[in-house]
């Protein structure tokens, strides 16, 4: 699997993140697997149901985590994004090697799973997403910034 080709699925990750985020080119982006939890029918009401795969851009000023629900097939946003910083978040834990926990004040709850390599088959590309590096990069922020959390 070519970088080049991880790289066609990043841009495209990026344009249903981009659609959805004002000041999208600020976030660096990870694609991550998991669930959602809405406790509200207020808030479940923008979200599809059954959220299994999301986009996690996240920012170093101002310190800001953003969740975008996706759908892979066809290839769009699955709900309204979460943003997260250190006004709405009640807790952020690493719960594994590659996987984090997070509730909001409004008691959205997330567990998300971020692998280094994910096969994709997305409309007209498919591929390897290769974000080893990111997920690196990823996890010295979260160690960094959301540590006190």
Do not use: C
């Not at 591929?127 to 990069?137: C, I, S, T, V, Y």
């Amino acid at each position: 699997m070519s970088q080049d080709q991880s790289q066609k699925i990043l841009a495209a990750l990026h344009q249903v993140f981009d659609q959805q985020i004002m000041n999208f080119g600020a976030y660096r982006l990870l694609l991550a697997s998991g669930w959602a939890h809405y406790p509200t029918s207020a808030l479940a009401a923008h979200q599809e149901a059954d959220q299994a795969h999301f986009l996690v851009g996240y920012r170093q000023q101002p310190l800001e985590l953003v969740i975008v629900p996706l759908s892979l097939s066809p290839l769009a946003p699955a709900g309204t994004p979460s943003s997260v910083d250190n006004t709405n978040a009640i807790g952020l834990i690493a719960t594994g090697q590659h996987t984090f926990e997070l509730e909001l004040t409004n008691g959205s709850r997330f567990r998300l799973e971020v692998t280094p390599r994910q096969e994709l088959a997305l409309e007209g590309l498919s591929g390897l997403l290769d974000q080893a590096r990111e997920l690196e990069a990823f996890q010295d922020w979260l160690a960094q910034n959301w540590a006190s959390i």
